[in-house]
């Protein structure tokens, strides 16, 4: 028995437990030196180096203005206006360089890693956030509209500059653009699907018929829809096909494992490559900035003739993002919503800067997974499908767009003509549909635009929150019933053979864990 004790302390000594209760040592200095206040230089210094990316990056936009402002008075052409936003281009290319490999592989992985049921259920939670917070957001915009009346008293100066209707696309059905929808879940070809997409347009088709009693001829022209592919990333497809693919990897059990594997080193070299992008991104986030100011023909005009409209928009996300996207959160985590919140200003800044919530996905994920504690299970499985379904910003757009056209042509709304603009606003957003628009008008949705960016990632960002906040609550309850039945159920006739070290490395821990015992002692003496 003394024997087994002795060597049971020598397993301490080598694995070093027998100095858990002694005081670390780091770097050769005692805790006496280690425990020095530091100094304000030094705290200052440290809090800089920690957060210099978000320092950079919120600097960058601020610059961006003040250099777009400076720079307008040097009445610049458009191919002048080209080479000075060269920077934030490339910044925009690198991002949208990396979307593909990113959102295939981290929903593959991502997929492959989470249970079937799992899966179902964080993406029904998924759903259930995003359909809630984008009604939300739709009802900001109609309540904001209806305050400010952003259609009133407006409408002769903003009729002079909305007269070109050119570059407006044609409108389409309600039944194709489902359709659509559905055609572009299921994509034909998975390579075309990496830069275009199924859209529905329409061609007049002339028919006669003639009646043969009366000798009369009727023309009818028929509006007959066309599928054409249109340039621009299905990235819808590209989600579903990786979301089915991973799991029937998953399915497949150890067949599969290799390439499961393959994938998740794919998606952390991926991760390496945005970390390197990051840092370019303060210096194209300020060129971004910069050029797009200098590209609006008159600002005065441009806040004299839409002023309240912008406002309107600008204050319902505000309300939105400073407001009502934390007090959820808060409710539901009881945990600091702006301390989650701050840690995502990096990913702001840049959804400001490249107005693209695709572009953004990538700082986003890193942003969450580093400064959130967000696991990359959560992130790299949820923010993806965010990006396309979450639209919270281009919902409450949408609202007061048509709150505000109503306003400006006189037509008075009533309660079911504004639940279906709710209706219609939050399904239109899924997958970002654009607004059509011409002349100021346009000016208007470049400001505006950045701030639905803003609130649609800031909305992606809090669903990976309170998903990994369900995930961890759902696990921890599982893990202690776990653990009481394995105490429960444990019988030392019923284990199985172990090896000596095995054995001592097991009593090892229950020492660790219960400390010594009295009785034990006095049989070794």
Known sequence: MAEEKISIEDVKTSNGEAHLNEPTMANGLSDHKRSEPETKGQKLKRFVMANLLVILTVSAVIVGVFIGLGVRSAGLNRT???YFGFPGELLIRLLKMIIIPLVVCSLVSGAASLDPKALGKLGGWAMLFFLVTTLISSAIGVIMAFIIKPGYSEGKKLTQFTQDD???????????????LIRNIFPSNLVAAAFQSYATGYKFKN??????????????????PVGTEVDGMNILGLIVFAMAFGVALRKLGEEGEILIKFFNSFNEATMVLVSWIMWYAPLGI?????AKIVEMEDVGMLFASLGKYIACCVIGHAVHGLLVLPAIYFVITRKNPYTFLAGLVTALATA?????????LPLMMKCVEENNGVSKHISRFILPIGATVNMDGAACF??????FIAQLNGIPLDFVQVITILVTATASSVGAAG????????LAIILDDRTCTVINVEGDAYGAGLLQFFVDRTSSKEGAELSKVRVEEEDPASRPESSPLISKQGNLEMEVVAGPKPCEKESVM
């Open 166 to 180: 050119s570059g407006v696309p044609e409108s389409k059905e309600v039944i194709d653009s489902f359709l659509d």
């Open 80 to 82: 002048q206006i080209l």
């Open 207 to 224: 028919t006669t018929s003639s009646n043969g009693s009366t000798n009369l001829t009727s023309f009818t022209v028929e509006k007959v």
């Open 398 to 403: 949408q609202c007061v767009a048509a709150v």
């Open 435 to 442: 607004i059509p628009a011409g002349g100021v008008l346009t």
């Open 286 to 290: 300020m060129f971004l900035v910069a």
């Open 352 to 360: 400001f800067g490249t107005s693209s919530s695709s572009a953004t």
